[in-house]
């Protein structure tokens, strides 16, 4: 555990604007229902620097808020390295940002890195597809992969870390 004794999780997709604060946000929600709030860390980032300091898409608030979760606070920051140091788990969304992460994760790091969709039970894909050029039913169904990505990795750290 890398944050004071808290377990913390970062989320990563290229912009920080649809996927990864998603993800942010629909964790937080599982762990705040959980009663976790206090030893679980939470946060994402973007690969690039495209939208630092924005607030998550418009559509990705929209889809979000009609499920009951609140991006509104959110704003896009870059990744860096010393968050390796930081975040026990870094979990990107799809292999090309992965990719990305290993490239630029300092050699004795170590914090998990890999895919979040690992730790999805209802889906098979593992890469969380970017909706951003895409219609309304790509946030819909970025959220229905979030959403059991989300209860995959509470579970998990629940079994591996006793909380």
Do not use: W
Request: proline share 4%.
């Amino acid at each position: 555990m890398n944050s004071g004794g808290k377990l913390s999780v970062l989320f990563v997709c290229m912009g920080n604007i649809c996927r990864s604060p998603t993800a942010e946000a629909v964790f937080r929600h599982e762990v705040k229902k959980a009663g976790l709030e206090k030893r679980i860390v939470i946060d994402s980032a973007g690969t690039h620097d495209y939208h630092i300091g924005e607030p998550p898409d418009l559509r990705t608030q929209q889809a979000a808020l009609r499920r009951g979760y609140d991006m509104s606070s959110l704003r896009g920051r870059q990744v860096q390295a010393a968050d390796f140091d930081r975040y026990d788990y870094v979990l990107a969304m799809d292999h090309a940002n992965l990719a990305i992460l290993r490239r630029l994760r300092p050699a004795d790091a170590v914090s998990h890195l890999g895919l979040f969709l690992e730790f999805a039970g209802r889906h098979e894909q593992r890469e969380v597809p970017d909706p951003y050029y895409g219609g309304e039913d790509g946030f819909e169904r970025v959220l229905d992969m979030v959403e059991d990505a989300a209860e995959g990795l509470l579970s998990h750290i629940r079994r591996r870390y006793s909380v």
